[in-house]
Each structure stands twice: as C-alpha cells, then as structure tokens.
C-alpha cells in the first residue's frame, strides 16, 4: 500500500487537524486515523488528540483472529469515552469532531468515520462515496464498512472544508484516470490548488493497493471496461430462469452446468481483475440505546424538535418517560412541580417589587391600591424610598400612602430604570446614562454596541443587557467586555428580561415562550432551566434575601437561588 498525505492546518487556535499512522510490528495490520476539531473551545485544546491516542492504544490491545473485531472493541471503549465526557458536561466537541478510522490487514479494509469527513472509494475513471448506515452526522461511532482492497483501488479520505476545493477542480477525476501514482504525480495534481487548500484546515489523505506499476494484458483491460460483472450475473440468471421455467425438475441439468461453466470461470477472472470493494456494513452495536440515538441529535438547535418529536412517537411510555429524563439531564432541566406559592394579587398585574407590591399600568397594590394620575411602567426601591417610572420621562414617588411626582427627567427617551448603590441607571439610543436624582452623566466611554431595541437591563457593578436578538452583553468601567448567547435547548428569541444582582453569582433570563427560568454562571455557561407546569404565563422575576420571586399570571412563586 501507498500513503499520499497532505495536511492543511492553519495556525488558528478554534481548529486543529491530528492524523496517525500506526504499523504494526507483530502482524500485517496497520492503522490510519484522520482526524479535525473545530471552534475548539478554551480547555478542551488536547480534546482531538487524547482521542487519537485512546483509539491506538485501545486498537493495540486488542489482536483476536477477526481485526475487524478489533476495531469494534476499540469504538465501543471510544463511545463509552464519549458518554462520560458528557455526563460530565464536556459537550464542546459535540458536532464539531470528525474522525476516519481504517483498519487494513493484507487486503482486508474496514472502516468507520463519525462527522463531516468524505470517504471515496476510486475506482477506474469513476469513485463512489462510502457512508456508514447512520448517514446522520453524528457523536458517536455507528457502524463499521468491510470489504478488500486489491490492485488498482484507491481509498481517498477529505476533510470537510477540503471537499468543497476538492469536488471544484475535480482532483478525485483525474486521479481515477490515472494507472500509476507516486508522490511527484500527486504532487503534480495538488501543487495548482495548494494555496486554496491552504487557506482551510483539514486533510487530503490517499490510499493506493498499487506498490509498483504493473503492466496489464491489453485484452483484459478491454474487457474490465466494456464487460461488467454485474451483466455477466444477469446475463446467466435470465438464462437459468428460461432454462428452469422449461425443465419441470428442480435443479440444473448436465447440459445446462456444462454450459455455465466458462462464464463462470470467466466471472472468476473478472472479479479477480477487477476493483473489489465489498461495502458490507457490521454493526458496532445491534440496537442503538435511546441515549446514543438522542446523543446523535444537537438539542441546541430548533431543527432537531421534529427528530425528538419522532423518537416520542415510536417510544412506548416507559421509553418516553426514559427520553424525558435523558433531555432533562442534557439540557439541564430543573423540574419543580411543588414550588411554594408565595402571594397572589387579586387584580391582574405585569410586575413585582420586593414580594409586595404588583403593578400594572395605572396601578400600584400592596394590601391597599394607590391610584396613579400617570402609567406606570416600572417601581424600584432607591434609597429607602419606593419610586415609579411612566413613559415618556417621570419619576414618582409613593410616600404616605400617595403617588406623587418627583422629577420629570432632562434625558430623551429613557428606558429600563434600573437602581443601583446610590444612582439609577437608564438606558437611552447608544448612551447609559447614570442619575443621582441630580445630575446625568453618560456611563458609557464609547457608544452602546447593541443595534438593536434594548429589552432589559441589569446591574451588579457590571451592567447587562439584552436586547432584541436575545443576545446578553456585559459592561464594566464603561467599556463593553464580552457577550453571551446562551446554547440552550429548546433555543429561544423571546426573552422578556435578565437579572441578576451583588447577591448571586448567577444570572437569571426569563422565558415566557417556553415557561422556563434559565439560569447561567456570569460567564454565559448554562447552570440549570427551572420548569414548572405552573408556569403558564410567566410575567416577570425578582431577587430578595437569596430567594427569587416568580410572578406567574397574577400569582407569586418563591424558590431558593
């Protein structure tokens, strides 16, 4: 066998490209592993090459009479690997990790891919792609192909983002038009697009059954071309079919055996002659547990529901019951059915403040309602004092027992009050602006980097923002320091508001589409999804003494942070 390698990998810390190349002394096997990781994340920086490292040495261990066997017992080890990664919440690799593996011994193949990598069998001017039975990308190693490889096939392995290059400028034609290869002829072929396929990552990897050209006999290549293997077989069944239909025996008769013996041996010599690739697929497993087959869905993504929705339905009740835990478990959904009620209003609210107060429009109402003369679009405590905003540009104030006026705000248009230490903060076109009840200054040292209408607003010394795109940001000193999408399942672009405060280390975004709390670390990596079937009309959150207060219709729920 002949290796022809050309590895492409770019010097950007979000891809990696590993490849192996194992010969075996102590027998005639040898092992090729190909291997790219993209949008690496932050610690998982060795995730592609401790995972090259596990398939050798576990393929090393096992030598029984079947290779193929081998290789088996090998991606079982790497699938268990794999799960416990995940349970372990090390899901940055899920979909973006593509491997090949192929396993030779003499002329015996087999191989398995998991991911985007291309795998093409080449053959005399024309090539076939081979895929595993689970033509789904997926996480996990499915099934393994087997056949024979002799003289004259070609086994070419390409990288994703290779491919599309690749397919473009048709290497894969002009390689199956060629009876001899060695490294100046390959080179030859890749040299014109080098640079184009130096400006992706991946590998070009090709595996060639010729060591050395040999002369064919002209005949025979004449005959390879023009006479397939698949007419000689149809050829002899129509004419056994004819034969048996006629002859009411069951069976073949002398004359007939005498006259299928030359095309036999000549489909003998054909097969020998030609390219033989047996795709033959043996499953690594018989039966795919539910975990493996959610495994091999993204839940992060919308598009995945209808493949959850078809693992419901061919579910019974007991295995329905087992997906819904699995879900739970992946996207970290926190049920609480028995949550505590803490408050109900009588009258329909939007808001709350402090577990007391609830608020809508025109109305604010504790054991009492205080009739405002103005819209009431938010209440917040500052310094001791209960305050209210209404749109356009008024504070009020309730104090004894009374809404009245207190500042009509010099800022245009602004929005999302939100108290903090001894200043409140507002949100106006591109600006913050901070406000003593005084004076207005702009926080900001450079414009707002949101482009779109502000939602929410939060602060804890930092201050957050979402906006319209779901997107939360983070600013500290006046400067913007990073930005979160939260990779939540379901995904969601309806969020109504975050919050956070001095008295978590989390941050919390409220979900009324999907009647679900999320809740993240302020780096943006999901803690927990707090769901309840009570949570039918989700309004609006608040935290108090380490509780969060959950308004839910006109109704109150309290839980610990």
């Given at each position: 066998?002949?290796?022809?390698?050309?590895?492409?990998?770019?010097?950007?810390?979000?891809?990696?490209?590993?490849?192996?190349?194992?010969?075996?002394?102590?027998?005639?096997?040898?092992?090729?592993?190909?291997?790219?990781?993209?949008?690496?994340?932050?610690?998982?920086?060795?995730?592609?090459?401790?995972?090259?490292?596990?398939?050798?040495?576990?393929?090393?261990?096992?030598?029984?009479?079947?290779?193929?066997k081998a290789l088996q017992e090998c991606l079982v080890k790497i699938n268990d690997y794999f799960k416990i990664e995940i349970a372990r919440d090390n899901?940055?690799?899920?979909?973006?990790?593509?491997?090949?593996?192929?396993?030779?011994?003499?002329?015996?193949?087999?191989l398995t891919k998991m991911g985007k990598s291309k795998v093409y069998l080449l053959k005399y001017e024309s090539y076939s792609e081979l895929n595993n039975k689970n033509k789904k990308d997926s996480s996990f190693f499915g099934s393994i192909i087997s056949g024979r490889m002799v003289?004259?096939?070609?086994?070419?392995?390409?990288?994703?983002?290779?491919?599309?290059?690749?397919?473009?400028?048709?290497?894969?034609?002009?390689?199956?038009?060629?009876?001899?290869?060695?490294?100046?002829?390959?080179?030859?072929?890749?040299?014109?697009?080098?640079?184009?396929?130096?400006?992706?990552?991946?590998?070009?990897?090709?595996?060639?059954?010729?060591?050395?050209?040999?002369?064919?006999?002209?005949?025979?290549?004449?005959?390879?071309?023009?006479?397939?293997i698949k007419e000689l077989y149809y050829s002899i069944k129509r004419f056994v079919d004819k034969k048996t239909?006629?002859?009411?025996?069951?069976?073949?008769?002398?004359?007939?055996?005498n006259l299928l013996k030359p095309l036999i041996a000549l489909g003998l010599i054909l097969l020998v002659g030609s390219f033989v690739f047996d795709k033959e697929e043996k499953e690594i497993v018989k039966e795919l547990t539910v975990e493996e087959k959610l495994a091999q869905i993204d839940i992060t993504k919308e598009e995945s529901l209808p493949l959850l929705a078809e693992l419901y339905n061919e579910a019974?009740?007991?295995?329905?019951?087992?997906?819904?835990?699995?879900?739970?478990?992946?996207?970290?959904?926190?049920?609480?059915?028995?949550?505590?009620?803490?408050?109900?209003?009588?009258?329909?609210?939007?808001?709350?403040?402090?577990?007391?107060?609830?608020?809508?429009?025109?109305?604010?109402?504790?054991?009492?309602k205080y009739e405002s003369s103005f819209p009431i679009d938010l209440v917040f405590e500052f310094q001791n004092r209960i305050l209210l905003f209404s749109k356009p540009n008024k504070l009020l104030e309730l104090k004894d027992d009374k809404i009245t006026e207190l500042k009509q705000l010099e800022i245009e248009a602004p929005n999302n009050p939100t108290p903090y230490l001894n200043n409140i903060y507002f949100t106006n076109n591109k600006e913050i602006i901070k406000y003593d009840l005084n004076n207005y200054t702009n926080?900001?040292?450079?414009?707002?980097?949101?482009?779109?209408?502000?939602?929410?607003?939060?602060?804890?010394?930092?201050?957050?923002?979402?906006?319209?795109?779901?997107?939360?940001?983070?600013?500290?000193?006046?400067?913007?320091?990073?930005?979160?999408?939260?990779?939540?399942?379901?995904?969601?672009?309806?969020?109504?508001?975050?919050?956070?405060?001095?008295?978590?280390?989390?941050?919390?975004?409220?979900?009324?589409?999907?009647?679900?709390?999320?809740?993240?670390?302020?780096?943006g990596k999901l803690v927990k999804q707090i769901w309840s079937e009570k949570f039918n009309n989700l309004k609006h959150i608040q935290i108090s003494n380490n509780k969060l207060y959950i308004l839910n219709e006109n109704t109150v729920y309290e839980t610990t942070i």
């Open positions: 066998m002949q290796i022809f390698e050309f590895q492409f990998n770019p010097k950007v810390k979000t891809k990696k490209v590993e490849n192996l190349f194992q010969e075996f002394e102590s027998s005639e096997r040898n092992l090729y592993i190909i291997g790219d990781q993209k949008r690496i994340i932050p610690g998982n920086e060795k995730f592609l090459a401790n995972i090259i490292r596990m398939i050798k040495d576990e393929y090393a261990l096992n030598e029984p009479e079947s290779h193929e899901i940055g690799w899920m979909g973006n990790l593509n491997l090949v593996i192929v396993s030779q011994y003499k002329e015996e193949i087999h003289y004259g096939d070609r086994l070419c392995v390409i990288s994703e983002e290779l491919n599309k290059i690749i397919e473009k400028k048709k290497v894969l034609e002009e390689i199956t038009k060629l009876p001899f290869l060695d490294q100046k002829i390959v080179d030859e072929i890749i040299e014109p697009i080098k640079k184009d396929l130096g400006k992706s990552s991946g590998t070009f990897f090709l595996l060639d059954s010729k060591d050395s050209p040999k002369k064919k006999n002209t005949l025979m290549e004449e005959i390879e071309i023009d006479f397939s239909k006629k002859t009411p025996k069951i069976g073949i008769n002398e004359d007939l055996k019974d009740d007991e295995t329905a019951t087992e997906i819904q835990e699995i879900i739970d478990s992946m996207a970290k959904i926190y049920r609480i059915n028995d949550i505590s009620k803490s408050k109900d209003f009588e009258e329909n609210v939007s808001k709350i403040l402090l577990n007391k107060y609830g608020y809508d429009n025109n109305l604010v109402i504790s054991s009492k926080w900001l040292k450079s414009p707002l980097k949101q482009s779109t209408d502000i939602i929410s607003m939060s602060v804890d010394g930092h201050i957050w923002i979402l906006d319209q795109e779901n997107k939360i940001s983070k600013y500290y000193l006046g400067e913007h320091r990073a930005d979160i999408n939260l990779n939540i399942f379901p995904s969601s672009k309806n969020f109504i508001q975050i919050l956070t405060s001095t008295q978590t280390d989390y941050i919390f975004a409220l979900d009324s589409l999907h009647n679900r709390i999320i809740v993240a670390d302020k780096d």
